[in-house]
């Protein structure tokens, strides 16, 4: 079915605590060392413990720390496996990249002292079976975040900024659910989870806590902004392991079939559909390669998130539909990433044509065309859903793909950047193109279906319309900047002053020194922040009032 | 005489003798001041050791001077004055090497270092304290010993601010004492009971307990800065960084909210205090302490008067967990009281050293400190994330059993936002500096800056407190479920006060 080998032979019952414990913990150790020489090739040492125990811990393998916190409780279960796996081999792969790619110069210090605390709380989380220890590890990793996305441009700093107030309202959404949760049950355990009744200020928390790290239609603005803006190698872990973390969540904490969440399941799948078609909309008109890669990935995420949707609405298909859901959001995992490391080599690398025809079977793996792992992602879910939600399948296949064509359109009309030739990071990507290109399904599980050839006649079409109205007339296109509804607000600031609160809390960080230059952007980051804000504090006391 | 009934009065004594001897110092008898300060706050962490291993062990401690019938001046050790004293005995330790350093060369450190160490007195005597007269007597000798440190200056603005401090406290102290001397009258003598004093009478008037309660804790909220009893704690930001370390963490601050703990578990108990409905209102009045705090919080520029808001703000977190009925909110209000004494601590020595060795006083003014201070910024970092709530730092484990407290006993409606909003404005105020600190770029100048030689960015005796105390905000939120750490010793505590 999947990438995995059966390893765990290999390995002696006394070494899998150690390799457990190391998962979380090398990066953590290694942290410190950032400004030293080891700093730049540590970002790849890191995650090798992960990979091991992903390859040669045995699935089910648990491990009790009492005394750590507030009692860590880690566990390898067979979701948690595959998470594992494949966000180790990207972290890898992108920790290499880091060091050996245009930036290498750079990446000692700040960059690796906030890429090993990231890596940290994505290898916690996942290894994570009690409620605190998976939120330490994911607040961990969303708050370092941030310093991976503060580069040296002012673009980059508003764009982290503005990640940061989103991140730290889903942070305390998170906390408010989990402890919603922790006291329903009387335990933080995730065995001891199961059955237990989700409230609906919960479910509403969770979906908004885990919803902005999936960038759902309206939770989304962080994301253009930071894909755009970002150094290439932390968008390439932002937009595969971290994003998928928040999946993870939904799954750790909302089980399909708990009485009450279809309603929900509903609400999510209205949502996601809308993300999917924004997404496609939106990204279409972006005019950077990046942009239409973020937008895509807004697409992408509705998809999942109305897939998960079904799931809840539909117990009684939630099992095959959830494990295909997975295989689905570890392909987006593997080829996003790719995509955006791909960026990165064709700008600074050699044999550029090449390059450029690996990017291209990785936009086509991405828009699901025959032969590849996107196509036997979508099988897997065609086979789980039964024949419903198919046109929203289609919809997104065809969206994806025009999104494709756009991204290499725009790629290919770029003027290269000098850089001094580097090997190392084309050979990465030689080495994981065929990974994301085919998984997380090994090639010989790959058939030929001619399914795939639909939304492609279809993408097409609409493509061949798009382009001929708007031929003659370019003008005609509206201009979406990257991040759409953040500037929006920003505009409606500008027109109605009077709505600023002068005293505005500065959540997205020193407004002082920055006011006098740029006081449009830093009014919009904060109304960014503040608008999340509200809808936090609405749902808070909408949902918990009634018990 | 056996150590289960001299213990208490040694702690006391430990730091009593060596601040009385040191008033009888000449001011340049430099090693001789020094000796004894670290002499009596060693000697107190060796004794509180001891009694924390003993209390542990269900062994009992207890001093006791029968002043008059029915007057006894008690001492005594439950899990909960403990927790206080060790609190206040270790921070005091490193408070003295802090003040050592701080204070070198200037004039005056005899009269200091003579009304410190009575400060610590008072503030051990009053964790010790076994009923509320001997509370009360503690109560107002601390805020007699800490006047002339708030005032130490000299300046205008230091006699000011200690003037403010005075009023207020006295006027706290005073109704404190009133509504002592009125609960005494109607109940008889007062002891701690865990579990609650008044739990065990019947037939008392509840509007007369109505308003004792209100009188204690308007008493109390005065110390611990409760909205709108907290006019002076931004005012005595003039004292000095050691001062100010001892009042928001060690001391005044934390006697106040100590003392309202006590008044709602140990005299009230919580059954009592639950079917007088006085909770809801105490928890009111945090919340608002609570939001009111940061919000001012965040428009300071003054980096002293920030931390400041910040403690009125953060010191209430410990009267909404007692406002809270239910154990796992009292294990978030209780284990505040050391999260936030080390967590703040760490604040104000590093705002000691930015003042001290840059002369930077003001938020505005810290830009790229991070790399002319690394160390101090670094510890200020990590408290600064541990009062936000960011995991593993301690203050996430007092914010998420407050937060399982709140949804246990159906209050989650109110508490909740509370908490989130406290966190969100936490954030605002605290992470502009820490960018300010780290990621800005430096000026060519500083506002006034010390040159030294060596390889450290500040003398050991000024840089190790902050760094110690960082660290130790880091373990004991990292190794919270260990053995011994706060939160474990707040559960025997929250085990025994309901019972359980």
Redesign the interface.
Known sequence: MSLLLDLTMQLPGAAVAPLMVLTPLLPLLLAPFAFTAIGRWGLALGVLPALLTALLVPVGSALDL???????QLELDATGRIFLLFSGLIWLATGLYAATGPDRQHVAGRFALFYQLALAGNLLLILAADI?TF??GF??MG?SAYGLI?GRSQRARRAARLY?GFT??GE?AL??AL??L???AGSTRFDELAGVPVSD?AVALLLLGFGIKLALPGLHPWLPLSYTAAPLAAVAVLSGPMMKAGLLGWLRFLPPGAPGLEPWGTALLFLGTLGVVLGSLLGVLQREPRAVLAYSSIAKMGLISALFGTALTQPAIAEPLLTALVLFAMHHLLVKPALFLGVGVWQAGPARVWVLIGIGLLAASLAGLPLTGGDAAKQALKAALNGQVSLLLVVSAAGTLVLMVRFLYLLAARAPRAAPFSLIPLLILVVLLPIALWGPFWPTEIALSLDGLVPLTMGAAVAAVAWWLTQDSPGRVPRIPPGDLYHWVARLRVMAPTLTWR?A???G?????TTAARPRGTQAELTGAGLA?LV??AL??VS??P? | MSLSNTLPALILVSSLLPGLAIFLLREDSHVLRTSLNMFGAIAKVILVGVMVWGVFHAQSFETRWTLAPGLDLVLSADALSVLFVALSTGLWLLTTVYAIGYLEGTPHRSRFFGFFSLCVTATVGLAMAGNLFTFVVFYELLTLATYPLVAHKGTPAAVRGARIYLAYTLSGGLLLLIGAVWLRTIAGPVDFVEGGALSDLSGLDPTALRWIFALLIIGLGVKAALVPLHGWLPQAMVAPAPVSSLLHAVAVVKAGAFGIVRVVYDVYGVELAGTLQLLPVLGAVAAITIIYGSIKALSQDHLKKRLAYSTVSQVSYIALGTAILGPLATIGGVVHLVHQGIMKITLFFAAGNYAENLGIHKVSEMDGVGRRMPGTTLAFTIAALGMIGIPPVAGFVSKWYLGLGAVEAGVAHWVLPVLIASSLLNAAYFLPILYRAWFKVAPTAWPAEQVRGGRLEMPGALLWPPVVTAALALAIGLFAGAPYSPLEWTQLIAAREYGL
């Open positions: 009492s005394w750590v916190m507030l009692g860590v605190v939120y330490v607040a961990l708050l503060l940061l730290l309202v305390l906390f408010s402890a919603l922790a006291a329903a200020a005293g809390p500065d959540l960080i020193a407004a002082t020194a804000m936090l504090i808070l006391l918990l009032l018990d």
